[in-house]
């Protein structure tokens, strides 16, 4: 009986992680906020078209020129750096990911959003690990102060 029951609690152990993981939300372009004008929103929806078409290249012209019509759109500034982050553009992506996040301070799918965790915060330092203040072996006999 208690072989059965430590088998029970191991299998639900087990397989609890496996119940909690999510699937990564695909990377989408954002629908422009309510207020924008009409030329910004018309370029966006031809851009969110294409991209979702494939046509990265051609989306990220439209979402360009949805910029210059909407300069203060974080979600402009978003869907810009969705095309970029896909062409490979990873630098430009990031700055225009930061600025959408600036401009969009209540927008929680932007700055939620899997496309702008991996470029974290532009002050932090980039390089390789700090070291641990104490080290990071265990000790062993004999290796203590004398």
């Known amino acids: 009986m208690r072989v059965a029951v ?7 152990a087990v397989s609890l992680p496996a119940c909690t993981h999510s699937k ?6 954002l ?18 078209q294409a991209y979702l078409a494939g046509q ?14 909407a300069p203060d759109s974080g979600q402009a500034h978003y869907n810009y750096a969705l095309a970029l982050n896909a062409l490979g553009q990873t630098d430009q992506a990031r700055l225009e990911f930061i600025e ?9 799918v ?9 470029f974290g915060s532009p002050q932090a330092q980039k390089g390789p690990a700090r070291e641990h203040p104490y080290g990071t072996q265990r000790p062993v006999i004999g290796s203590g102060p004398r």
């Open 100 to 108: 959408a996040a600036n401009l969009a301070p209540g927008d929680k």
């Open 6 to 12: 430590w088998a029970v609690f191991f299998v639900m």
């Open 56 to 69: 990265v290249a051609e989306a990220k012209n439209f979402f360009g020129q949805a910029i210059k019509a």
């Open 110 to 118: 932007i700055w939620d959003s899997p496309a702008l965790r991996p």
């Open 31 to 48: 629908e422009l906020a309510y207020g924008v004008k009409g030329d910004a929103i018309a370029l966006n929806n031809q851009g969110m």
């Open 24 to 29: 990564p939300q695909p990377l989408v372009p």
